[in-house]
């Protein structure tokens, strides 16, 4: 499988309002893709982080813990929604984002004037090459950006979440 380089937040696909999902894809349009067929309006990304792939994973990892009794599978008792919560998306993403400021990641949010809708990579703003060669274009942007951590980037990031909680839901 391929390592994820992005972060993505959006708004729940059947309109219920203050809930939102969390998720990472190898590139925002196979993310936008995934989704879009189920949507008959078009369907975007709220918001969009990119970074180092072992920095990505522990950021959508942690929120996932540090929200988890908000999630559709608490909440809802649906075993599968673990990356759906019932908090409000500016929540999520200013949580996100102290998050990445905290813990020094080598992430950084993509800021964006509207959603990001493309499906393809010729539709993408950011001229990410299709998915066989995204990953190491990726990899080669991200060794530009953070050319100081790049040799870091199988490690283990930040603190680890503690186990007996992580696994056994006191709730």
């Not at 196979?30 to 920095?55: E, M, T």
């Not at 993509?110 to 499906?119: E, G, N, R, V």
Request: charged share 20%.
């Amino acid at each position: 499988m391929n390592p994820s380089h992005f972060l993505y937040l959006h708004k729940d696909l059947t309109g219920v309002v203050d809930v939102s999902k969390i998720g990472v894809a190898i590139t925002p349009y196979s993310a936008v893709r995934a989704r879009q067929k189920f949507c008959w309006q078009q369907f975007g990304l709220d918001y969009l982080w990119i970074g180092l792939p072992n920095h990505i994973s522990w950021l959508e990892e942690t929120i996932k813990h540090d929200f988890r009794f908000f999630s559709g599978h608490h909440l809802q008792n649906m075993g599968t929604q673990t990356e759906i919560f019932q908090v409000n998306i500016q929540i999520m993403r200013d949580a996100i984002n102290q998050l990445i400021k905290d813990h020094s990641l080598c992430v950084e949010e993509i800021l964006l004037d509207k959603p990001y809708t493309a499906t393809s990579s010729g539709q993408c703003p950011y001229d990410i090459p299709g998915e066989k060669q995204a990953a190491a274009w990726l990899d080669a942007k991200m060794k530009q950006r953070w050319p100081e951590q790049w040799h870091r980037r199988y490690e283990t990031v930040g603190p680890s979440l503690p186990m007996y909680n992580h696994f056994f839901d006191p709730c």
